[in-house]
C-alpha cells in the first residue's frame, strides 16, 4: 500500500518561495499518478498539481500556473513541489495524492486519488 509524508511548508512572506516534499513507500511513483491538494480553512480542497506516472505530463490550476512546480524523483522516489512568487491565497494545507487508476481528464481531482499524506501547512504572510 502506497504510503506519502510530506514535509517542506512553513511561514513564509508574500513573493517568497517554498520547495514541498513528498516521501513515497510501498511503491513507485513512476507508476502512480500523484498531485499535490490544497485546503484553505472553509474552503474545499483544490488540486493544484499534478503529474502522469511516465512524468511528462504536469497539468497545473490557473491559480498557480507559471508559478508552481511539480516534478517527480524517480530515485530518491519522491514528488516535489517547487512554489515560487507565493500570495497570500496560496495558504492552506498542502497534501500529496496518488492512485494508479487516474484518468488524465480528472487528474487535478482530489476526489480520483485514494492515498493521501497527512499534510503540511504553507502559510503566507502579508
Known amino acids: 500500500e502506497m504510503q506519502l509524508v510530506e514535509s517542506g511548508g512553513g511561514w513564509v512572506e508574500v513573493g517568497g518561495s517554498l520547495r514541498l516534499s513528498c516521501a513515497a513507500s510501498?511503491?513507485?511513483?513512476?507508476?502512480?499518478?500523484m498531485s499535490w491538494v490544497r485546503q484553505a480553512p472553509g474552503k474545499e480542497r483544490e488540486g493544484v498539481a499534478a503529474?502522469?506516472?511516465?512524468?511528462?505530463?504536469?497539468p497545473y490550476a490557473d491559480s498557480v500556473k507559471g508559478r508552481f512546480t511539480i516534478s517527480q524523483d524517480k530515485a530518491e522516489n519522491t514528488l516535489y513541489l517547487q512554489m515560487n512568487s507565493l500570495k497570500p491565497e496560496d495558504t492552506g494545507m498542502y497534501y500529496c495524492?496518488?492512485?494508479?487508476?487516474?484518468?488524465?481528464?480528472?487528474?487535478?481531482?482530489?476526489?480520483?486519488?485514494?492515498?493521501w499524506g497527512q499534510g503540511t501547512q504553507v502559510t503566507v504572510s502579508s
Open positions: 495524492a496518488a492512485d494508479a487508476w487516474v484518468p488524465f481528464s480528472g487528474i487535478l481531482r482530489p476526489d480520483a486519488y485514494g492515498y
Open positions: 510501498g511503491g513507485a511513483v513512476s507508476d502512480y499518478a
Open positions: 503529474i502522469w506516472p511516465s512524468g511528462d505530463r504536469t
